[in-house]
């Protein structure tokens, strides 16, 4: 396996190169070379090309989903997942905008602008959404804060046994969010609750939720749809880039890398003989890939996949 410190030798484009030094070098968030490098991130094509579509009031238009009637080519929530994976974060205008955009909705000050689903309680939906968002990029927000704890009561008591109970997570549902039972009832295998939860459940409540969704047939909604124990048969795949996804989403859990053997095995497994990591032309999806400028030489491309990937297992 390639070394960061021989990656970073190379001559890298700024946002591989950035993420390389922030997420797996681990320079002090002080250190000059590390400042620099952040830099010419905000410089770039990728970058520039979502901070010019965002909005007078911080947003990208609709939040969650898009409608055939959306004046913008990706939802706010797009463009944050974009721009964080690109090395933005809290410090930078652009997520700052946005930021104070998902406080005032909390605050009930603004309005998003998607499509209220009427099965749903989406006045719940909406703010679990905008919640999780915030504490991915500031986790001392009180509002958010609030609502994380609302949902750690509910997972709490609805896996208070040996196992998970679906009549304790349904009772505590109704209880602590005053939902209508009329209205559809979210479960919570799902990239929001999960995302909103990490650090928020105790350790052998967080073991048991995390064995029920590591096991589930169904896998995490919006990220991937297979059972996270079972790795994808073929690396070089868009399948194997929303395991990888699953699997950051869950390294922010601090039982997770106690129960990943089978993910750094298949990780392992796939090194190529040259020590990076190549998943192929496949994956770029304009979110998690392409970093660098360009993939038109296979080396920016294999040099993107490895960054991605030692950023994960500098977290496991």
Request: charged residues 30%.
């Amino acid at each position: 396996m390639i070394t960061a410190e021989e990656i970073i030798k190379g001559n890298l484009d700024p946002i591989p190169k950035y993420r390389l030094m922030r997420d797996v070098i681990n320079l002090n968030k002080d250190n000059e070379k590390l400042a620099n490098a952040k830099k010419e991130v905000l410089e770039t094509k990728w970058v520039n090309d979502i901070v010019s579509l965002q909005w007078e009031d911080g947003s990208w238009g609709q939040f969650h989903s898009m409608s055939q009637f959306s004046q913008s080519i990706m939802t706010t929530e797009q463009a944050l997942r974009r721009l964080l994976i690109l090395g933005l974060d809290k410090e930078d205008q652009p997520i700052q905008k946005a930021f104070s955009y998902m406080e005032r909705y909390l605050l009930r000050e603004v309005d998003l602008r998607d499509y209220k689903e009427k099965k749903h309680d989406w006045d719940l939906l909406t703010r679990l959404f905008v919640a999780t968002w915030m504490l991915i990029i500031d986790p001392s927000n009180e509002l958010a804060v609030e609502i994380a704890k609302n949902w750690s009561k509910i997972i709490t008591y609805a896996f208070s046994k040996d196992s998970y109970s679906h009549e304790y997570y349904k009772e505590a549902y109704y209880e602590i969010h005053k939902s209508s039972k009329e209205k559809y009832m979210w479960r919570f295998q799902n990239f929001y609750v999960i995302a909103l939860l990490a650090g928020y459940l105790p350790s052998d409540i967080e073991s048991k939720f995390l064995d029920y969704i590591m096991n589930s047939e169904n896998g995490i909604y919006y990220i991937y749809d297979s059972c996270l124990k079972t790795v994808p048969d073929k690396f070089c795949s868009k399948l194997a880039s929303k395991y990888i996804t699953a699997c950051e989403l869950l390294s922010s859990y601090s039982l997770f890398p106690s129960k990943c053997k089978h993910f750094i095995d298949w990780i392992n497994e796939n090194i190529s003989e040259d020590g990076f990591w190549d998943m192929g032309q496949a994956v770029k999806d304009k979110i998690h890939f392409p970093l660098s400028n360009s993939w038109r030489k296979t080396i920016d491309r294999k040099i993107d996949c490895t960054v991605r990937i030692q950023a994960l297992l500098s977290k496991l």
